[in-house]
Structures are given as structure tokens and as C-alpha cells.
């Protein structure tokens, strides 16, 4: 089965929240304005960004109808949704209804609880989810950091390969190059391999990668808009000097929190995601104003999207 490919960087979402912890959708068709206007090429919602792990099954349903509602069936622009989770069962249910509201993809983690012991087993996870929603691409998301599921990504490939009609290929968040390599190449390059660390996007795009998703694609576009054209332009020098401007953006997530980090950049930008659920925690006020002033220090007004 043949799909349309994802053409350029995707932004992992950040969920937006009200001061209660509630979700609030009305920020959601502001935000889908500013990613279009910052050539982002689409929204991977309900993520690691996107705290899935934090929402219910009926918050992740109206986070998916939201992003529909607000791209107004704009083609160009792509919508996909993570589904996975500890529950096969949950993670089948939230790929009949992207089906059904017309999302244009699924993304599924591995169980992290009872974790599959072998290849075998993570493909029949992902060949039960993916036939829940057959006639979606589906894009196996490859995140061993957090999900303690670290196989080569080519063995699930070769298990999946013919196998699984919708398989479209995989979010790949991980910087072992030699295997990414490996699933670029696979059947002639025919399934899409989206680079997941945007703080090595040059070494992805250098070796072949064409398209990835990641946080920092909401907030800063300008930047990895020069990396790209550097690249392509031959001039590795200023390519790497827009990497490691990357890099030390994506130090200041550390350094903040990660997602509560991330909220923080958008915030910057006038975007109000809220804080954060719980297990992760706030900034306090003597961090927001030591974060702003590493704003600074990063030159974020020259890299930021607009």
C-alpha cells in the first residue's frame, strides 16, 4: 500500500493545558496557524511532547478532533496521532477513531510495562494496532529511551515487511546511525524513516534522511530552515554552526525540564501551552526569569520561528 510521504519537519505538539490542568482546545487553532506559517509540514500529536502518556482516552480523542477541526482539510498539511501505551486494547480503540475523524496517520510505541521480549512479539503488537485502522499509514515509534524496548529497528522491518499492509515506516528516536541507515536502505528506500533527534538532524539529512519530527521544529524553524538550505548548499562548515546552535537550544531542555523546558519556548513565542501535568513539574518564577535570559545568551530571537 502506497502513501503520500511526509515532506519537510513535523512538529511534535505540546498539549496545551488551563491553569487546572484542563485540556485547552481553544489554543489548538492559533497554534495550527503558526506552524503553517512556519512551513512546518504537519503535527504529531498526543506524543512524548504531547504528554500522551498524561491523558485519558477521551482527552486524546478530543485532542485528535481539535487538530482536524482546526486544519480544515488542508491536505498539504499532515496530522498524526500517537496511539500507543501499556493497553493494546486503548491503543486499538485511538486508531478506529483517527481513522474515523480522517487523521492521516498512526504512530505506535512499544509496551513499556510488560515489554516484548522479542522482535516477534513487538510485530504482533504492531500488526494487531495497524489493523485496527488498515487504511492509515502506520509508523512504529522507535524510542528506546523511554520505552526500554531497544531491538534493532531492521529486524522489525524485515517482520513487517509484506506482512503489513499499512506499515509506513518508523519515527526513529534514537542516534544509532548505523541501524537508521540500515531501515533507510531497506527495500530501496521504500518506507519512511523519520529522524527523531533534532539535535543531530545534519548527520540524519547526511546519510539520506529526508524528514523527521521533533519538539523544537514548534519553536525554532528559522534555524533549521538555514541548517537545511546550508546542507543542501554544500557548505558543511555553516551547517554545523546552525547544529550547534541546535544543540544548545536542546541543552536548555535538560537544563529546564525537558516538556516543561519546551512550554517554556512557547510561551516565548506567545503561545500559552500551560504548565505541564504531574509527574513532571513547573517552572518556578526565579526559573522563568534565569530561562529568559538564556534566551539571550542562545540568540533565540534570530533562530525562533515567527
Given at each position: 500500500?502506497?502513501?503520500?510521504?511526509?515532506?519537510?519537519?513535523?512538529?511534535?505538539?505540546?498539549?496545551?493545558?488551563?491553569?487546572?490542568?484542563?485540556?485547552?482546545?481553544?489554543?489548538?487553532p492559533a497554534y495550527c496557524r503558526f506552524l503553517k506559517a512556519n512551513n512546518v509540514a504537519g503535527a504529531f500529536i498526543c506524543g512524548t511532547t504531547g504528554e500522551g502518556s498524561s491523558l485519558t482516552q477521551q482527552e486524546r480523542m478530543k485532542i485528535a478532533e481539535a487538530w482536524i477541526?482546526?486544519?480544515?482539510?488542508?491536505?498539504?498539511?499532515?496530522?498524526?496521532?500517537?496511539?500507543?501505551?501499556?493497553?493494546?486494547?486503548?491503543?486499538?480503540?485511538?486508531?478506529?477513531?483517527?481513522?474515523?475523524?480522517?487523521?492521516?496517520?498512526?504512530?505506535?510505541?512499544?509496551?513499556?510495562?510488560?515489554?516484548?521480549?522479542?522482535?516477534?512479539?513487538?510485530?504482533?503488537?504492531?500488526?494487531?494496532?495497524?489493523?485496527?485502522?488498515?487504511?492509515?499509514?502506520?509508523?512504529?515509534?522507535?524510542?528506546?529511551?523511554?520505552?526500554?524496548?531497544?531491538?534493532?529497528?531492521?529486524?522489525?522491518?524485515?517482520?513487517?515487511?509484506?506482512?503489513?499492509?499499512?506499515?509506513?515506516?518508523?519515527?526513529?528516536?534514537?542516534?544509532?546511525?548505523?541501524?537508521?541507515?540500515?531501515?533507510?536502505?531497506?527495500?530501496?528506500?521504500?518506507?519512511?524513516?523519520?529522524?527523531?533527534?533534532?539535535?543531530?538532524?545534519?548527520?540524519?539529512?547526511?546519510?539520506?534522511?529526508?524528514?523527521?519530527?521533533?519538539?523544537?521544529?514548534?519553536?525554532?524553524?528559522?534555524?533549521?530552515?538555514?541548517?537545511?538550505?546550508?546542507?543542501?548548499?554544500?557548505?558543511?562548515?555553516?551547517?554545523?554552526?546552525?547544529?550547534?546552535?541546535?544543540?544548545?537550544?536542546?541543552?536548555?531542555?535538560?537544563?529546564?525540564?525537558?516538556?516543561?523546558?519546551?512550554?517554556?519556548?512557547?510561551?516565548?513565542?506567545?503561545?500559552?501551552?500551560?504548565?505541564?501535568?504531574?509527574?513532571?513539574?513547573?517552572?518556578?518564577?526565579?526559573?522563568?526569569?534565569?530561562?529568559?535570559?538564556?534566551?539571550?545568551?542562545?540568540?533565540f530571537e534570530d533562530i525562533r520561528s515567527r
Amino acid at each position: 500500500m502506497k502513501f503520500s510521504r511526509i515532506d519537510g519537519l513535523m512538529a511534535a505538539t505540546f498539549t496545551p493545558f488551563h491553569a487546572d490542568g484542563s485540556l485547552n482546545l481553544e489554543c489548538i487553532p492559533a497554534y495550527c496557524r503558526f506552524l503553517k506559517a512556519n512551513n512546518v509540514a504537519g503535527a504529531f500529536i498526543c506524543g512524548t511532547t504531547g504528554e500522551g502518556s498524561s491523558l485519558t482516552q477521551q482527552e486524546r480523542m478530543k485532542i485528535a478532533e481539535a487538530w482536524i477541526a482546526a486544519n480544515a482539510g488542508d491536505s498539504s498539511f499532515k496530522i498524526i496521532t500517537m496511539v500507543g501505551g501499556n493497553s493494546i486494547a486503548d491503543a486499538k480503540e485511538l486508531a478506529e477513531h483517527a481513522s474515523s475523524i480522517g487523521l492521516d496517520g498512526i504512530s505506535f510505541t512499544s509496551p513499556h510495562y510488560f515489554k516484548p521480549t522479542s522482535l516477534e512479539q513487538l510485530a504482533a503488537c504492531c500488526m494487531d494496532v495497524a489493523s485496527s485502522a488498515p487504511k492509515l499509514p502506520f509508523y512504529y515509534y522507535h524510542i528506546p529511551g523511554l520505552t526500554g524496548v531497544s531491538f534493532p529497528m531492521i529486524g522489525l522491518m524485515n517482520l513487517l515487511h509484506g506482512k503489513l499492509e499499512n506499515f509506513a515506516g518508523i519515527k526513529y528516536s534514537e542516534e544509532n546511525l548505523v541501524d537508521y541507515i540500515q531501515c533507510l536502505q531497506f527495500n530501496f528506500g521504500a518506507y519512511e524513516i523519520l529522524w527523531g533527534k533534532d539535535e543531530c538532524l545534519l548527520a540524519a539529512l547526511a546519510v539520506g534522511g529526508k524528514s523527521g519530527i521533533g519538539s523544537t521544529y514548534n519553536y525554532a524553524m528559522t534555524l533549521y530552515r538555514q541548517l537545511i538550505a546550508s546542507f543542501q548548499a554544500g557548505d558543511l562548515q555553516k551547517s554545523l554552526e546552525h547544529q550547534t546552535q541546535s544543540i544548545r537550544m536542546v541543552s536548555l531542555l535538560g537544563k529546564y525540564g525537558g516538556i516543561t523546558g519546551g512550554k517554556a519556548f512557547m510561551l516565548a513565542l506567545g503561545i500559552d501551552c500551560g504548565n505541564p501535568r504531574l509527574p513532571l513539574s513547573c517552572l518556578t518564577g526565579m526559573e522563568h526569569t534565569s530561562f529568559n535570559k538564556n534566551l539571550i545568551d542562545i540568540h533565540f530571537e534570530d533562530i525562533r520561528s515567527r
